[in-house]
T-cell receptor, first 112, second 114 residues
Framework: GENVEQHPSTLSVQEGDSAVIKCTYS??????FPWYKQELGKRPQLIID?????GEKKDQRIAVTLNKTAKHFSLHITETQPEDSAVYFC???????????FGGGTRLMVKP | EPEVTQTPSHQVTQMGQEVILRCVPI?????FYWYRQILGQKVEFLVS????????KSEIFDDQFSVERPDGSNFTLKIRSTKLEDSAMYFC????????????FGSGTRLTVV
């Protein structure tokens, strides 16, 4: 089955700096890679996703890159703000199944 | 914006008791899922459900677990005889099409087994 590894487990940045979170996956059949933001005690919320037919996707301050050959994908947050502080999860899925396999999560702390 | 609704938000139960967690998916969604998250850990897939049957399940989803769509709106997860290690946040999710198009998660039910 799919295995998703996520690094780092914690990340502390100054407000205004960029943050990068990286994930690797094992199943070459995976073709959908969403990122979720989870605030304490709340539901995971989809913030951006990418499919395997593109290498990069951007939405305002958030971007995701995908390297299918190396089987890794990354989340980039620019101009971080204190409200970006949360746990971020990457995930992977493939067409044949509809389950998401999540990474272990990254706790992002943005210091004002 | 449509939401996935889960009840109760918190359930405390004694070990060995049966619990039913309830979810109301978004009305035009066809695919339904249960995930769990043990405190401080990753979100783990339990089961997916489509067309009134289980389409996929994980190793976690053993004989103690069952799912049901008893009517046109509710989607339930039953744990037959709860164990201490079943304590977790349980998230329901739904999607209009197959999960690769993104889920909407519910707000979760925190299950505490004592």
């Amino acid at each position: 089955g799919e295995n998703v590894e996520q690094h780092p487990s914690t990340l502390s940045v100054q407000e205004g700096d960029s943050a990068v979170i990286k994930c690797t996956y094992s199943d070459s059949a995976s073709n959908y890679f969403p990122w979720y933001k989870q605030e304490l005690g709340k539901r995971p919320q989809l913030i951006i996703d990418i499919r395997s037919n593109v290498g990069e996707k951007k939405d305002q301050r958030i971007a995701v890159t995908l390297n299918k050959t190396a089987k890794h994908f990354s989340l980039h947050i620019t101009e971080t703000q204190p409200e970006d502080s949360a746990v971020y999860f990457c995930a992977a899925s493939n067409n044949a199944g509809n389950m998401l396999t999540f990474g272990g999560g990254t706790r992002l702390m943005v210091k004002p | 914006e449509p939401e996935v609704t889960q009840t109760p938000s918190h359930q405390v139960t004694q070990m060995g008791q049966e619990v039913i967690l309830r979810c109301v998916p978004i009305s035009n969604h066809l695919y339904f899922y249960w995930y769990r998250q043990i405190l401080g850990q990753k979100v783990e897939f339990l089961v997916s459900f489509y067309n009134n049957e289980i389409s996929e399940k994980s190793e976690i989803f053993d004989d103690q677990f069952s799912v049901e769509r008893p009517d046109g709106s509710n989607f339930t997860l039953k744990i037959r005889s709860t164990k201490l290690e079943d304590s977790a946040m349980y998230f329901c999710a739904s999607s209009e099409r197959s999960g690769i198009y993104g889920y909407t998660f519910g707000s979760g039910t925190r299950l505490t087994v004592v």
